[in-house]
C-alpha cells in the first residue's frame, strides 16, 4: 500500500536468547550522531534533561520523552509521567501538521522535541532512567481454562534523546527490560521496546538523511485488537526490529520546480515466538520470514510559483527481499495533478502505470494502468481539509484520501484512507518511514496526525500478501486540564496466497481520556473494542466466524520529586471465544492485571 497518495505524502525460540545486536545498530546510530554532533557552543551542547541546581524548565515544559508505546498501534503509553507530557499549549509547529497534497515536505518536518518547548534547553538532552516495577496478574498464560496467577518483577533501564542542532534534528525513546516471573519461571524474559525519528543535514539545502527505528512485542496470534503484547506470556509474544535509512537530494529552480532524488534502506526482523498461525484449519505453521527493503524513488514537484495548476511526478522502484510469499518486486510512474477553483475547492487526479511481481503469490501480481480521480475541500492553511479520491491503485480498486478539520478551536477530526496490496513485514517499512512521535506520546502519521497502525492486530504477523482496504478515522478534543481521543479502524485484507480464504475484516475503536489532575500528578483512562471475521481462535486451531476483544486501562502517575515518578496501571482484557471454543462461552479468555511502578531519572 505504498503508492496510495497518502502514504506518498508522505526461526522460532525464546527472545532471551537471541542476538540482538544487528537490530540495534540504527538505534545506537541515532544515539551517536546527538552525541557527536558539535555545531552549537560547547556549553549548551549536551546536558540532561533535568534542569540546573537552582533553576526550572520553562512553564509546561517536559524534561524527558514518554515511553513509547507497544503493539500494533501507536496509541500513547499509560506510562508517560507529568514530566514527560506538556502542561501548556503546544509551541506552533509542534506535531503533526495539515499539508497541501503535492508539496514535498521539509526535512525533518513533524519531529517534536524538548527543544520545542523551552528555548533555553540545551541542543542535545540526554536523559537516562531506570525503573522497577511489580505487576500482579491473575491470568498470566492468557488462557480460558486453568488459570494461572503470577507476579512478575520488572527491572527496566532506559534513556531518551533529544536533539534540536543545525545539523540534526531527532528523538530517541528506549529502554531493555528484564522479567522475572514468580511461581512460573519458564516465562522470564528480556525484551526492547524504543522508537527512534531523525533528520540529519549533510549538505544544508541540498542533501539530508532520515533515521528510523522502532522495537517493539508484537504477536502473531490473530483477534488480540488492542491488548499490550507486553502483557502476554512469551509464547505469545514476538519482538519486531524495525529500521530504515534513508539519504536523499533536493533541488529547486527559482519557484518553479522542486525535486527530491532518495534511496530508502529498510529492514524488518523478528524474535521470540515467530510461529505464524494458519489461517486455514489444517495447513502446517511456519515461522514469520524477515526482509530487506531496497527502494529508490525520483519526484518532482511544481514550485511555489504555481498557485492554480500543480503537478507531483513519482517515479519509483523497489524490491523486498523474504524467504517467503511476502517476497516481491515493484515498479511505479504516475504523476499526481490539482487544479484550484478556489483557494479551497480543488479536483485532484492522478494517472501512471505500476508493474508488481510477487513470484510467490500469482494473485498478487499486477501491470497495468494506476489512475484516480476526485477533489479537495478546504485547505491546510484554514480550518483544514476534506479530500476523497476513487480509483485503481497496485490494482485494487477503492478510496483514497485524507481528513484533517478542526471543527471547532478544541476538536480536530483525522481521517486516512487507503488500498493496495502489501505484506505485514512491509509494510511495517512503510508506516515507520511516515511516523513520528508526537508530544503525548503516541506514534503517529506525521501528515495525517493519526495512531501509526503497523499490522492488522485481527490477523497478527503473518507472511501473507494481502489485498488492503484500509480506513482510519480519529476526534480528538481538548478541554481544561482534560484531553479526549477517539481512534477507530475497520480493515478488509483479503489473502493472496493460496489456498485463497474468505476474506478478513477487522474493526475497532479506542476512547482514552487524560485529565491533569493537578501538578505533577496525572490520570489515563482506556477502553477499546475490536472485532474480527474469518480468523482461527487465539491459542486454539478451531476455526470461528468472528472474534472480539474489549480491554480497559486505569493508571495514575504522581511525580514525587524532580526525577522520581510513581505509577499504578490496572489492566482488564476479555476476549470471547479467545481459547478452546466448547459450547458458547466456555472459551472465554478474561485476565486482569495490577502494576506498580517506580521510575527515576538521572
Known sequence: ??????????????????????????????????????????????????????????????????????????????????????????????????????????????????????????????????????????????????????????????????????RFTGVLSGQAEGDIYTPTRDLDQLTANLYGIGTGTIVPDRLFVDLNSYITQASTLPGLGFISPSLLPTTQQTQVFATTVSPYLRQSVAGVLDTELRYRFGSTNFGGNNTTVSSTPGLPTSNLASGTLNEGTLTAATGQDFARSLSRLTIDASKFNSNSTSQNSQFSAFDDVEYRFKPNISALGRLGYQN????????????????????????????????????????????????????????????????????????????????????????????????????????????????????????????????????????????????????TNSLGSSFIWTRDIRPGLNSYTEVTYSRTTNVVTINAPTPVNNTSTVTATLGVNYLFARALTGSIVYTFSYQPNGGTFVGGRGGDVVANSLEFVLSKAF
Not at 503493539?71 to 509551541?91: I, K, T, V, W
Not at 501473507?464 to 480519529?474: I, L, M
Open 1 to 166: 500500500m505504498s503508492c496510495g497518495r497518502t502514504s506518498r505524502r508522505p526461526p522460532s525460540g525464546g527472545a532471551r536468547r537471541r542476538d540482538r545486536s544487528p537490530y540495534l545498530s540504527l538505534p545506537l546510530l541515532l544515539f551517536a550522531v546527538t552525541a557527536l554532533e558539535r555545531t552549537t557552543p560547547a556549553a549548551a551542547q549536551l546536558a540532561t534533561g533535568l534542569p540546573a541546581p537552582g533553576t526550572a524548565p520553562a512553564s509546561g515544559a517536559p524534561t524527558i520523552l514518554p515511553p513509547p508505546p507497544s503493539g500494533p498501534f501507536g496509541l500513547p503509553n499509560p506510562l508517560a509521567g507529568p514530566n514527560a507530557l506538556p502542561s501548556e499549549p503546544l509551541p506552533a509547529g509542534a506535531g503533526p501538521q495539515p499539508t497541501p497534497e503535492l508539496e514535498l515536505p521539509a526535512p525533518g518536518a513533524g519531529i517534536t522535541t524538548l527543544q520545542l518547548y523551552d528555548p533555553n534547553a540545551p541542543a542535545v538532552v540526554i536523559q537516562p532512567y531506570a525503573a522497577v516495577a511489580e505487576r500482579f496478574t491473575d491470568n498470566v498464560r492468557f488462557t480460558a481454562t486453568n488459570h494461572t496467577a503470577a507476579a512478575e518483577t520488572r527491572l527496566i533501564p532506559g534513556i531518551t534523546v533529544s536533539a534540536d542542532t543545525p
Open 356 to 503: 508488481i511481481q510477487y513470484p510467490f503469490a500469482p494473485g498478487a501480481t499486477f501491470a497495468g494502468l494506476t489512475w484516480l480521480a476526485g477533489g479537495r475541500l478546504g485547505s491546510a492553511a484554514d480550518y483544514g481539509y476534506i479530500s476523497l479520491e476513487y480509483g485503481r491503485v497496485q490494482g485494487v480498486y477503492g478510496f483514497t484520501g485524507s481528513a484533517n478539520y478542526q471543527i471547532t478551536p478544541t476538536i480536530t477530526f483525522e481521517a486516512n484512507l487507503a488500498q493496495g496490496i502489501s505484506s505485514p513485514a512491509q509494510y511495517f517499512q512503510t508506516a515507520l518511514s511516515s511516523s513520528t512521535l508526537n508530544p503525548n506520546g503516541a506514534i503517529v502519521d506525521q501528515y495525517s496526525g493519526l495512531p501509526t497502525a503497523f499490522y492488522n492486530p485481527g490477523l497478527g504477523l503473518t507472511n501473507n500478501v494481502y489485498r488492503q482496504h484500509s480506513y482510519n478515522f480519529g476526534l480528538t478534543d481538548h478541554i481544561g486540564l482534560n484531553s479526549y481521543s477517539i481512534y477507530a479502524f475497520y480493515l478488509n485484507q483479503q489473502s493472496l496466497a493460496p489456498p485463497i480464504t474468505p476474506p
